[in-house]
């Protein structure tokens, strides 16, 4: 990091110290991040653009986090990484907890309902797909709509996502359901119910 940067980190970071936030070392924090009192950020966080966290949140070591909105008193873990490419963002309500080594894509909107558990290691969330870039053979930076597809993802409240899933582009996920660790989900899942398998299948449904 040249100096003229490392020194309006240390300054955005002696600002969010100032304002009621525990910072730890090796933090890296950008012009428009948001930081609500109370909130944690442990050692090497990320906050790039767009990032806006509420109150009382605690987001671990390493996690890199851009173009997301996060709720009060959710906890982002380990690793935890946002990516994207288009006009999307994420969105997570309040109470919810990111696991271990999580992928977030804001290709297109990813919602993320409150009181959501969404397990690690390395679940996936994503909002685009690039499939037929692979299989037409198209360089990667030719993408357009027809090749490269995307569609927004929702999770509603009260949701269970195990480790080591993947949600494909537009799926939607009602509230009060479960999906079982190691399933792939590619359709929508109903309110109410437990799912889980390649492909995810209703297992059955929750009282």
Avoid at 125 to 144: F, I, N, Q, R, Y
Avoid at 185 to 207: Q, S, W, Y
Wanted: include cysteine; hydrophobic fraction near 45%; charge should be positive.
């Amino acid at each position: 990091m040249k100096l003229r940067q490392r020194l309006r980190n240390l300054w955005l970071v002696w600002r969010l110290r100032r304002a009621g936030v525990d910072v730890g070392s090796r933090v890296q924090v950008s012009r428009d991040a948001r930081v609500g009192q109370g909130t944690i950020l442990r050692d090497g966080v990320v906050l790039g653009w767009g990032v806006a966290i509420g109150s009382n949140c605690l987001i671990g070591p390493g996690a890199l986090l851009e173009n997301i909105t996060v709720g009060d008193r959710c906890q982002i873990e380990a690793g935890v990484i946002c990516t994207g490419k288009g006009a999307g963002r994420i969105l997570i309500g309040s109470d919810s907890y990111v696991g271990i080594g999580a992928v977030l894509d804001w290709s297109a909107e990813l919602q993320i309902g409150s009181f959501v558990h969404i397990a690690g290691p390395s679940t996936g969330l994503w909002t685009h797909t690039s499939g037929k870039m692979a299989l037409e053979g198209v360089p990667l930076g030719a993408d357009d709509a027809r090749t490269r597809p995307v569609a927004p993802v929702v999770v509603g409240d009260n949701v269970y996502v195990g480790g080591n899933c993947t949600i494909y582009p537009g799926v939607r996920i009602g509230p009060h359901a479960v999906v079982a660790p190691n399933s792939a989900v590619a359709h929508d899942v109903l309110p109410g119910t437990m799912v889980g398998g390649v492909p995810a299948r209703v297992i059955k449904e929750l009282p």
